[in-house]
């Protein structure tokens, strides 16, 4: 069963080396990379990088490694945004919070209005996944995902060991 | 769920008087004969070669055929005669496609409107259909149409019997089914090693609405992903590729892209 990555997932699988924070920052990302490499090692299938995911994990590195991966047979697969996903984004926003306005459920987050469209665009491409279980370092992106029954977990909670095989996993 | 089933004609066809009764399935296939193209090849196949229950299996194909694009897997005339069965019996033309819901709409007017009058004998009875009891309305699904539409898949075969095609398994909905695929992307898919792997598959797609599943897959290409461990995929990467992805200050980062709460 493929999982999807959230951007601080993503940089906390591709990062080897933490170098900002100090201690506690480093300890933290260590422990964090242990256990998402111990789950996804689990698993057979590409994990799910949802295009706005890796855009925003691009923007983080110097634009003369930004098409580097584009090369390689990479371990994720980059879900694009599609007719669909725009389809389950915009009915998960009225889902979300009924007849309210982006802005006003930022408010509500406490977070500001392009946050929560990125977040629905992540958790549009969940649902449009099959509701693959979403893999992320931020709070309040869970919570939203419990709200909209999209399955969620933050690093520190992700089972050891990795994910139970597919039923639809042939060997 | 039985083997057989039998339409049963009457009345008239061109002003000729039907015999009444059973129709065996191979004078089906003669009155059948001419209705769509699909007929017209596997009759021609079956020609003077065929046994009874070849040419009973020919027809359930093409009636299969009529149902749904995607051929099961298994025992697929079952499930398309069980499909054009509930059409039939229960009126309930949602049970097949949209095109396919037209495609039998089509065909067995044409009979009735000759004359004739239809009824279906399988694991149930139909109505008789006629000018004066028409078949079911066709109903629509609701479908999606989705032109840049990249799906994770495990593939199964590459290639087919009469058109090109894939069969593969699909992470997204768990169905598992043939897609359309020109020979070139068959060759392309099989020369790198695709078969039984999980690759995404690019194309334009035909969603069927609540719920999401895939109605028709017509893949235009795919993109192959590293098969090795997660853990090893890193060091695969080029060491200035991965100093750069170093020296993401995560924390900050995520807090100027998202305002995300790390603790």
């Known amino acids: ?171 | 769920m039985r083997d057989t089933f039998t339409i049963r004609l009457t009345g008239y066809i061109n002003g000729e008087e039907i015999h009444p009764g059973t129709l065996d399935i191979t004078d089906l296939l003669k009155l059948l004969e001419g209705l769509s193209g699909a007929i017209k090849r596997e009759t021609a196949e079956d020609h003077g070669s065929s046994t009874n229950k070849t040419r009973l299996l020919s027809l359930e194909s093409i009636l299969d055929k009529c149902s749904e694009m995607t051929i099961k897997y298994t025992s697929p005339a079952r499930h398309g005669c069980s499909r054009i069965e509930n059409a039939l019996c229960f009126g309930s033309m949602e049970s097949l496609q949209e095109e396919s819901q037209g495609k039998l709409r089509k065909s067995f007017n044409r009979l009735i409107a000759k004359g004739a009058n239809l009824q279906w004998i399988g694991e149930h009875v139909s109505p008789v259909y006629s000018k004066e009891n028409p078949l079911p309305v066709a109903k629509g699904i609701g479908t999606f149409n989705e032109l840049s539409a990249s799906l994770l898949a495990r593939v199964l075969k590459i290639g087919g019997e009469n058109d090109a095609a894939i069969r593969a398994v699909f992470d997204a909905t768990g169905q598992e089914m043939s897609a359309k695929c020109s020979v070139s992307v068959c060759k392309k898919m099989s020369d790198a090693g695709c078969l039984y792997e999980n690759v995404s598959l690019l194309g334009k797609v035909k969603w069927q609405v609540s719920p999401w599943k895939i109605a028709t897959f017509n893949v235009k290409g795919f993109e192959k992903h590293y098969q090795g461990k997660s853990s090893d995929f890193w060091t695969t990467l080029d060491d200035k590729f991965t100093a750069a992805c170093d020296s993401i200050d995560i924390d900050k980062h995520m807090d100027d892209m998202r305002g995300e709460e790390t603790t």
């Open chain 1, 1 to 171: 069963m493929s999982v999807v990555l959230d951007t601080g997932a993503l940089i906390v699988f591709l990062q080897s080396n933490c170098k900002h924070g100090g201690a506690e920052a480093v300890e933290r990302h260590e422990r964090q990379r242990e256990i998402m490499l111990s789950y996804l090692d689990g698993q057979k299938s590409p994990f799910i990088v949802p295009a706005i995911v890796y855009a925003e994990f691009l923007i983080g590195i110097p634009d003369e490694y930004k098409e580097y991966l584009s090369g390689l047979p990479i371990k994720f697969r980059i879900a694009p945004l599609t007719e669909r996903v725009a389809l389950i984004a915009s009915q998960l926003k009225v889902s979300l919070m009924g007849s309210k306005q982006i802005d006003e459920i930022a408010t509500t987050y406490g977070q500001v209005t392009t946050n929560v469209r990125a977040d629905i665009f992540v958790l549009a491409t969940c649902k449009a996944e099959g509701n693959k279980l979403l893999v992320t370092r931020d709070k309040p992106l869970c919570m939203r995902a419990e709200k909209l029954q999209i399955r969620c977990s933050h690093i520190d909670d992700l089972p050891c060991g990795g994910p139970k095989s597919s039923t639809n996993s042939l060997f």
